[in-house]
């Protein structure tokens, strides 16, 4: 069986490194020669809306997934009339999109940040009236680790904000005064059986993952897979699914959906009985779902534009190092540590160690 993935990033190679040991093979289609997917996948070097690349990745493969959701529709489409195609374009198409992505929320029940959909500095002026300030103006599509964003503060700031989004599609959102961050994972297989990852609670730094920690006994864990299993279920959604969340004042506010493997899901290469990848690849190819508990106390750590030393890292105790292999790049995550262990003490200790090397 081939696996096509739609990019070759970093969750590219960590889906191919999960599954050759389920004898399955991987070709990726990406623009960039050097994807660091490569060394363990074959490469179409491509554009995702090069027709004939299209075509030559598809001959290749029996089914395709992504790792990375912002395909030309067009594209996905010709690829979907000749392949089976999980999740299912329509299910991305929700989450694509901002505003149908929170207007979905609101419609299953499941609360969200108040949102207003933004086209003009008007729109902008008149929902601020209504929101207040501090608020987060937001491009409705392609926004990721905080790029596409504008925190507001004072009146002032609002042609400024406009003007940097560039008057694209936006939408605008009340701040959330959380006290934490967390995400839920979950595998949907195709008779619709779902498990759910412990939570993970996320910290970010300059808008991008720093920490994620998890513990098997999050007291919002319920809470977190009610709501994820409403949007499952909705989406009719095969694989793997992550639900970013703020913890406010006791109940949780939906933040946004990656519709594939994520990041704050990284500890479960070590940490769990089966991680997101191999899950993600046993829901889309109809095989039954593995153990998603975890061993223990588990944390990962980004690497984000300069790596540790491996000997550094590895002296910690029951840590483990994961290398994108990746050109260092201010802002690139090109790596992530992570420790796990069933002593809370000592799992304390190491993270403590893991986290003096990238601090
Ligand atoms: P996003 O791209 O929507 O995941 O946002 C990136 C980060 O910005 C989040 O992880 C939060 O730390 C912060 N953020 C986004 N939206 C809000 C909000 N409505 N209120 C407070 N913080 C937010």
Known sequence: MIVGILGGGQLARMLALAGHPLGLKFVVLDPAPDACSGVVAEQVVGAYDDPQKLKLFADKVDIVTYEFENVPAESVRYLTDKLPVYPSPDALAFTRDRLTEKTMFRELGISTPEFYPINSLDDLQESVQKIGLPAILKSRTLGYDGKGQFLLKKNEDLPLAWEQLEGVPCILESFVPFSREISIIAARARNGKTVFYPVSENVHKSGILHLST?????????????????????????????????????????????????????????????????????????????????????????????????????????????DYAKEPRLGRKIGHGTVCSQREDEFGRSLEKLLALVS
Not at 228 to 235: M, T, V
Not at 260 to 280: K, L, Y
Not at 298 to 322: Q, T, W, Y
């Open 214 to 322: 998890c513990r098997s006994d999050d007291p919002m864990q319920k809470a977190a897979e009610n709501y994820s299993k409403l949007l499952l279920d909705k989406l009719g959604y095969i694989g793997v699914l992550s639900l970013e969340l703020f913890h406010s004042g006791g109940s949780l506010l939906a933040n946004e959906i990656a519709p594939r493997v994520h990041n704050s899901g990284h500890w479960t290469i070590d940490g769990a009985h089966t991680c997101q990848f191999e899950n993600h690849l046993r829901a889309i190819l109809g095989l039954p779902l593995g153990d998603t508990s975890a061993y223990g106390y588990c944390a990962m750590v980004n690497f984000v534009g300069r790596i540790p030393e491996s000997k550094d890292v590895l002296a910690i105790k029951n840590a483990h190092f994961h």
